[in-house]
């Protein structure tokens, strides 16, 4: 069973790194330096306006985020369906495979609340005005519970009651927030010893749980479940197998939308595959609101405008393999049309798809800062970037990639 896991987290391990040069793109490393810049600089601002005195709202916000963080980070089991079948004889022998399973969850997810809790030290000693025994405290107690809820996992394996809402209730929620409650409001020591009795009934009833039969069916779907997020996380930056886009029909956009008739086939058929096939629509949408939510908060005009424009280069970025949706129709060949006018169809639709961004991420960046001569010229600017990526730009693109 040891070696099937490394088998599989090889395998694993293997497709992350193959979809992570497609993730980790230049275009998204830009903006996500700029995010976190923008981010950092805010929070910074943020921080130096906080008094010396506790605020009321401060505690329960500390509260709220540490929940959150408990989030991150689930068991990795790396089960199959065919499992049911072929491992059905070494059943005995399944805790050996997720203590296994359950070591490398637990390794990622308590370093990702490290990394998390970094960022939360300065509101913790600013804020709060603790020091920093409390703060490694704190640590040490995020991480008992965070160990609690994988070990958790791990139980729900074998025994059923795990699923009724009041084991969820108690284990998931309850816990944490007696613990967080305790430490933020009483004594982080407190909450420290909270979060260690919790661990220990955890360690109790995951090794009571193993008496029980393994739940083939449960478990492997809440291991498909945990792979569909990574899928449609990496489906935002490229296409992947696993996940296929949904078509609607969406009839009530008919009046809307351009008729069928000689001269525009490829206009009308653009806009449909758009606004139908939620590999575009929904990577439109989400990209606009990310850059919607980003500009709100950066108050800085030269971070402003640079998030700006970047924005605008990705969503037009992004949509260029509208371009290439029907090459694999055979009867796309068979029309009369000369290549030219679905490339003008092409531009036309993009054209106007970031002409409402740059719209919408304008009247952002006015709101957040205030820069009048400036927000004129973060428009023209904004306006100009249009014309010059559906101009010569994504001619060139369409033919590298053709």
């Not at 070494?90 to 050996?96: G, I, R």
């Not at 020091?131 to 809820?149: C, G, H, P, W």
């Not at 955890?202 to 449960?218: A, D, H």
């Not at 639709?349 to 973060?378: D, H, M, P, Q, S």
Request: hydrophobic share 50%.
């Amino acid at each position: 069973m040891i070696k099937i896991w490394e088998m599989r987290l090889k395998r694993y391990q293997k497709m992350l790194l193959h979809y992570s040069k497609f993730v980790l793109n230049d275009h998204f490393v830009i903006a996500l330096l700029f995010f976190v810049g923008g981010a950092g600089l805010t929070y910074s601002n943020f921080l130096r306006t906080l008094p010396h005195t506790l605020l009321w709202w401060e505690k329960p916000l500390v509260l709220v985020i540490l929940m959150l963080f408990l989030q991150a980070g689930s068991l990795t089991s790396l089960l199959q369906e065919p499992d049911t079948v072929f491992l059905l004889p070494q059943e005995y022998n399944l805790p050996t495979y997720l203590k296994k399973g359950a070591t490398h969850s637990i390794i990622i997810a308590e370093f990702l609340q490290v990394f998390l809790l970094l960022l939360l030290f300065p509101l913790l000693l600013r804020g709060l005005h603790w020091d920093r025994l409390e703060v490694t405290a704190l640590v040490i107690m995020q991480l008992f519970l965070k160990y609690s809820n994988v070990d958790l996992e791990v139980a729900a394996a074998y025994y059923p009651k795990f699923d009724s809402w009041l084991f969820k209730i108690w284990y998931c929620v309850g816990g944490p927030v007696l613990a967080i409650f305790l430490a933020l409001y009483a004594n982080v020591y407190f909450g420290l010893g909270a979060a260690v009795f919790f661990l220990i009934i955890q360690i109790v009833s995951e090794r009571r749980s193993v008496r029980y039969v393994f739940r083939w069916n449960k478990m492997i779907q809440r291991e498909k479940n945990r792979m569909m997020r990574w899928y449609r996380f990496i489906n935002l930056f490229t296409d992947v197998p696993q996940v296929s886009g949904k078509v609607r029909r969406l009839k009530y956009f008919d009046k809307f939308l351009p008729q069928p008739k000689q001269g525009n086939t490829f206009y009308f058929l653009y806009w449909r595959t758009f606004l139908r096939k939620s590999d575009f629509s929904s990577l439109y949408l989400r990209l606009t609101f990310l850059g919607t939510f980003i500009l709100l908060f950066i108050p800085n005009y030269w971070l402003s405008f640079t998030c700006l424009l970047l924005f605008q280069y990705l969503i037009g970025f992004q949509m260029i393999p509208l371009y290439f949706a029907f090459e694999g129709n055979v009867f796309m060949y068979l029309y009369p049309i000369e290549e030219a006018e679905r490339l003008f169809a092409f531009r036309k639709i993009l054209r106007k798809l970031l002409f409402l961004n740059c719209v919408i991420f304008n009247l952002c960046a006015v709101y957040a800062t205030e820069n009048g001569w400036g927000n004129l010229l973060l428009l023209a600017f904004s306006i100009l970037e249009v014309f010059v990526f559906t101009g010569n730009y994504l001619t060139k693109r369409l033919r590298e990639n053709t």
